[in-house]
């Protein structure tokens, strides 16, 4: 049995596999677990990530106001399923960075992961277009930036819960200003959080003819989970259709060690949009994952994931039955 490398979290959001269903991934019955108007001001909340935190969860959701502008917001939740967003954004104190990186022009798109004794944070930033900002918090009230990690522009900036050969490491999607009609999945490290290097390509988009769902550009998803056999990456994908970008997402496992080296590769996704509440928002047919959360105990997994760029999702499998179908669905 392969195994998580993390702590046992025995509250894990869960729900067993319905009866008869053949999927490696499943939704949660009661989807959407957010809805777009669940706080203050908000006109969506999706795209968002959660931890465990204290005897229950914290999370950095990313709420779009009626202005529609993109921002980052604290929500607090006992269950990992029912949550409490604050109506205020995120306000970050500098760490060794001038008043202009800490101006905000717009946040989105959050991972959030332990690492060491803290709380990081890892966000598309507007510096210029977008670029991927990095803070942290120790306790969810008081939150502290850091230098934007990489030139703009760069989207999904996902960080790994622990140094790798002494370094911080970091997978990214390089893009441009708009809606980057490209992009593949880099990796890049640092001595100190502050200056990134050693770029290296990790993986990109597939021949339509091998794989369609990932054809037009992929970035990485939640936090790497590491487990004995390699680090688990759960990835999102587009499809260009006649009808505009499909976003699914799939799985691959990458090498403990390097992981530039990518040791399977799912060919079919394991969510793509098909329930209303994935198909019908602001932005139609968009499922895309930002954080997970595990039980080293039991395998579970439970997968947060942004809806039609309109509410929250949550989708659960298990670390054996996605590995098991990794190794024989692989690119
Ligand atoms: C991406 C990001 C995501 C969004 C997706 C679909 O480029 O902007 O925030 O969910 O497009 O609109």
Not at 206 to 218: D, H, L, N, R
Request: net charge negative; proline share 6%.
């Amino acid at each position: 049995m392969a195994k998580i490398i993390g702590e046992a979290l025995p509250n894990i959001p869960w729900e067993e596999k319905p009866a008869g269903c053949k999927d490696v991934m499943w939704r949660y019955s009661a989807n959407p677990i957010i809805r777009r108007d669940e706080q203050k001001n908000s006109n969506s909340i999706f795209n968002s990530a959660a931890v465990p935190f204290g005897d229950g969860y914290a999370g950095v959701f990313r709420c779009d106001d009626r202005a529609r502008r993109m921002n980052l917001f604290a929500g607090f939740s006992k269950d990992g399923i029912h949550w409490e967003i604050e109506d205020e954004p995120l306000v970050f104190e500098g760490d060794g960075i001038p008043e202009e990186i800490l101006k905000v022009q717009y946040r989105y798109d959050a991972r959030v992961l332990k690492c060491e004794d803290r709380y990081f944070i890892c966000w598309c930033n507007g510096y210029h277009g977008p670029t991927i900002g990095l803070g942290y918090t120790y306790d969810f009230k008081k939150f502290y930036q850091l230098e934007n990690a990489f030139l703009p522009y760069n989207r999904n900036g996902v960080l790994f819960p622990r140094k790798l050969n002494g370094k911080y490491v970091m997978l990214s999607r390089p893009s441009d200003t708009g809606h980057t009609a490209f992009g593949d999945i880099y990796l890049s490290e640092s001595p100190d959080l502050v200056y990134w290097g050693r770029h290296r390509y990790v993986m990109g988009t597939s021949p339509f003819e091998e794989s369609a769902w990932q054809t037009t550009k992929i970035g990485p998803g939640p936090a790497p989970i590491e487990t004995d056999e390699g680090w688990l990456l759960f990835y999102h994908g587009v499809l260009t259709s006649c009808n505009g970008y499909v976003y699914s997402f799939g799985a691959a496992l990458l090498d403990l060690e390097d992981p530039t080296k990518v040791l399977y590769r799912s060919r079919p996704y394991l969510i793509s949009p098909q329930m209303d509440y994935e198909c019908v928002g602001d932005v139609p047919n968009v499922t895309f994952p930002c954080a997970a959360l595990t039980d080293a105990e039991t395998g579970r997994i439970a997968i947060y994931y942004g809806c039609a760029d309109t509410v929250t999702g949550l989708a659960f499998t298990k670390l054996d039955e996605v590995l098991d179908w990794l190794k024989k669905n692989s690119l």
